[in-house]
């Protein structure tokens, strides 16, 4: 009798076990697939995800039908006052894009000539976008500034001949 008595016991033990096991199983399931939802989201929302095709700058153009267009001028740009600041903080930045040469507007827009009459309007989107950042801002995040300035460079010329802006030698003071 009091072998059939324990038995009974861890049987009752077991299921309550394999119930409580199962319930503790489709709660975190349920809570995980959320939390990936979330990620996804705030991914999205930052820009994190490699490969996607609706970025400005994911244009695949070979080394071949590309041709590299470098703004003479360094730019003497002011940011924008972070909060609290008292002093102005300036950007020093050389800027560069990259052209597609096999684009049907690189005739017409791409040539050196055309690229020189048009520096001014370049270079005014790029203070535009530029002096709208903090110092900052600009330091933790310039691949979205860059990409900030293909895309409204790509809007004035009305073409996307320009597939990528590049900062080099980039300073503050």
Known sequence: MKK???SLVILSLLVVNIILTSIMLFSVVGTNKKTAAIVTDIAGILSL?????????????????????????????????AEGETKDTYCLVNVALS?????PDYATFGTPEAMKE???????EV???I????AEEIKLDQDAICDEILERVQS????KFIYKVYFS?????
């Open 127 to 129: 203070i535009s976008v």
């Open 118 to 124: 048009n520096e001014s309007m370049v270079k005014s």
């Open 131 to 134: 002096s709208s950042y903090t």
């Open 4 to 6: 059939n008595l324990l």
């Open 156 to 159: 004035r010329f009305g073409s």
């Open 49 to 81: 995800e490699t490969g996607d095709a609706d970025t400005p700058g994911s244009a695949e153009v070979s080394m071949a039908d590309t041709k590299n267009y470098d703004i003479e001028d360094q730019l003497t740009i002011t940011c924008k006052r």
């Open 169 to 173: 030698n980039i300073m503050f003071g």
């Open 99 to 103: 052209l597609n040469t096999q684009d």
